[in-house]
């Protein structure tokens, strides 16, 4: 991608009303633009980023056996007045409009009630479970508070999985599975040091859930932390928790904000029940399927990596959701000798399926420096005469600063192991 295609343009300021340093960052480098409180467009460059996220949420849905699909954001309220789900007293967060044919439809902010009913035609007897099924797709949530950024958006996209078991032990060991996929998926995108799975509240059907929690001053929750021994409790649940049981004292455990990156929930026989979706045991007699469900935010994600890793003079992506791997910066590429050379290197990048963003455009070095270090590629790598001089290039890495010069067959061995 070369930068002077680029339809978006970096920014020295973010607007005024913008509070949140995830979105005063990723305004000012062109990932995302402010449509209204609590909407935002993702640009190129922010889609890229999110679709990394993705790939990664995906894989690890895919490993442990959970099956995409897709389902709608138009909701009928006869389902949802099921479970007593569709009232706004019970539920403060319902968009809702009126179909032109007659009739309420809501939008949809989470799946539960949907996804039990699409299996009361695929489940008849136990041997149809365990299995797994989620999706990556748009909740909305009218929101009272939106001054988070990408944290907290009234239209958002959702990982939402949902299991269904026979057994307790089928339901427990699935659950164990996704959490551990959840533990892989943030250590991957680059916040598995500060993210804790906490005890949560957990409604009726087990004492807790738990909440993936990333301790941030930027976070609207709040947690008592353990560092030392990992444990983690959200302050709604800290008078339930028996301490002793988890080994740990109050004295040890330390008040810290923190954002809720995702969680996970055995809903038991709650949406079973309410929607009829049974099986049949060996025996023949009929119970209903036991279930769980587990979210993720992949924009509040977004915005948590931000949050957590940006410095001073910017964004710094961790390389496995940047949206590109290098960012080439050519200087005087006026002479056109330079500009071949450029033209070179971002070809043998291209080649070699390392993506890259090329900074071709006219404008001052301090400006393209500068841009670079907001944008947060994870490598920086500057053609100018100088080097072509030196036959080498200048190599940054945005996270650390460390500079070295390295020959293009260094700088190759160095970045894509050749
Ligand atoms: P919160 O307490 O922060 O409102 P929640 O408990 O309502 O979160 P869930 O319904 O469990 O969240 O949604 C699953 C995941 O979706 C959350 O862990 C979070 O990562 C993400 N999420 C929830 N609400 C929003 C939102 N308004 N904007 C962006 N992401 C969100
Ligand atoms: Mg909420």
């Not at 889609?47 to 959970?66: F, T």
């Not at 007293?89 to 007659?102: H, I, P, T, Y």
């Not at 909440?211 to 932390?225: N, R, S, W």
Request: aromatic residues 10%; proline residues 3%.
């Amino acid at each position: 991608m070369r930068q002077s295609k680029l339809f978006t343009r970096t920014k020295r300021e973010a607007p005024a009303d913008e509070v949140a340093k995830n979105a005063q960052l990723l305004i000012r480098g062109g990932y995302i633009y402010k449509n209204m409180a609590g909407s935002y467009s993702f640009l190129p460059l922010g889609l890229r980023v999110i679709e990394k996220i993705n790939r990664i949420i995906r894989e690890e849905m895919n490993n442990i056996g959970g099956q995409e699909l897709y389902m709608p954001s138009l909701q009928d309220p006869v389902l949802w007045k099921k479970t007593d789900r569709w009232s706004d007293e019970n539920v403060d967060v319902w968009f809702k409009s009126q179909l032109q044919a007659g009739g309420d439809v809501g939008f949809g902010w989470t799946h539960e009630e949907v996804v039990t009913d699409i299996m009361r035609q695929y489940v008849s007897s136990y041997e149809d479970l365990p299995f797994s099924v989620y999706q990556i797709q748009t909740k909305f949530r009218n929101e009272v508070r939106a001054k988070s950024g990408i944290m907290r958006t009234r239209e958002f996209w959702m990982k939402d999985m949902y299991t269904f078991a026979a057994t307790e032990v089928q339901h427990d060991t699935m659950y164990e599975t996704v959490a551990q996929a959840y533990g892989r998926i943030f250590n991957r995108i680059g916040i598995g040091e500060k993210t804790y799975k906490t005890f949560a509240s957990g409604g009726a059907f087990s004492k807790f859930s738990h909440e993936y929690q990333t301790l941030a001053e930027a976070g609207e929750d709040v947690v008592y932390v353990c560092e030392a021994k990992g444990i983690a409790i959200n302050e709604e649940v800290l008078e339930e928790a028996d301490l002793s049981e988890l080994g740990i004292t109050r004295e040890e455990l330390v008040e810290r904000k923190s954002i809720e990156v995702g969680n996970i929930f055995s809903l038991g026989t709650k949406f079973s029940e309410a929607i009829g979706l049974t099986f049949k045991d060996e025996t023949g007699e009929s119970h209903p399927v036991i279930m769980g469900s587990y979210g993720i935010g992949p924009a509040r994600s977004m915005a948590t990596v931000v949050d957590l890793l940006a410095d001073k003079k910017g964004i710094v992506w961790p390389e496995s959701i940047a949206p590109f791997m290098v960012h080439l910066v050519g200087l005087n590429l006026e002479d056109p000798e330079i500009r071949d050379w450029a033209e070179g290197i971002y070809n043998a990048f291209s080649d070699r399926g390392v993506e890259v963003l090329f900074d071709d455009r006219e404008v001052r070095p301090g400006e393209k420096f500068a841009d670079s270090d907001l944008l947060g590629i994870p490598y920086r790598v500057v053609v100018s005469r100088k080097g072509k001089e030196a036959g080498t290039f200048e190599v940054v890495t945005r996270k650390t600063g460390a500079v070295r010069n390295l020959t293009e067959q260094e700088l190759f061995a160095d970045l894509v192991g050749e």
